[in-house]
């Protein structure tokens, strides 16, 4: 059986339907997690859970210590990540209260995450055209179809910055873009998850219709946490009906991601880089 993450965002904090719950604090080479992790058992499939913004949402989304977050997945034995996003709605028939599984992101970021573990002397570049492991995506899909949710099952995710929400002028060339839906975190964590050999997808909840939607009532956080708060027992039914499905899997798409996509000649990489990064590409060094 695989071992399946769950990254939740805002108003998932803590995922219910676990037995054998443990508490497990740990450090990595690239800091402090925005949490401890909760371990457990759903359907005697094994999941690491994690609040992305920490207990009580302290984290913005440009604080938040990715590169450690994903590393202790990796280090806890994860397989597979399911994340679950708050997100905005760029497209009409993509309505507040639906569910999007993403299959493409755009950067928008300001480039200050630290969003690869390999720097201060070793390069490697990862494959990326397919951002989202097709074999998770098509579980929470599939999954909510199954319990008559409304579900797009592919889009793009515009990852911005923050924490200010877009101005008109960004909302408006985001849709003649093309773009679906938008948020804050997604993008980063795949991207290290990849590197990390994780299979990875989103599950975004939609919340609004960002501001480019002309309304009397602007968007507010209030509006927001009441929609997503609306949403997310629908969410948890997802993540509980999904879950089972993902650790059953045989295979993963992100397995071997690394194989070719370190470029540094191994005896130009410094030692204490070889061993920071041991449990993420050991095998290939």
Known sequence: MAKVGVIGGSGLYQLEGLTNIEEQSLMT???????????????????????????????????????????GMKKLGVDAI????ACGSLKENIKPM????PDQFLDRTRGSRMATFFTEGIVAHVPFAEPISREIAEILSGTCQELGLTAHPKGTYVCMEGPQFSTKAESHLYRRWGMDIIGMT?????KLAREAEISYATLAAVTDYDCWYETEES???DMIIDN????IVNAKKILQASIP???????????????YAIITRKELIPEQKIKELDLLVGKYL
Do not use: C, Q, W
């Open 245 to 259: 499905k993902i650790g059953k899997l045989t295979a993963f798409s992100a397995v071997d991601a690394m194989k």
């Open 186 to 190: 997604n993008l980063t964590e795949a």
């Open 219 to 221: 968007v507010t956080v």
């Open 228 to 231: 997503l708060n609306k949403n």
């Open 82 to 85: 399911v994340s679950v996003s």
């Open 98 to 101: 639906d569910f999007v599984i």
């Open 29 to 71: 080479p690239f800091g402090e997690p925005s949490s401890n992790f909760i371990t457990g058992t759903l359907d005697n499939i094994d999941v690491v859970f994690l609040p992305r913004h920490g207990k009580g949402h302290r984290i913005s989304p440009s604080e938040i210590n990715y590169r450690a977050n994903i590393f």
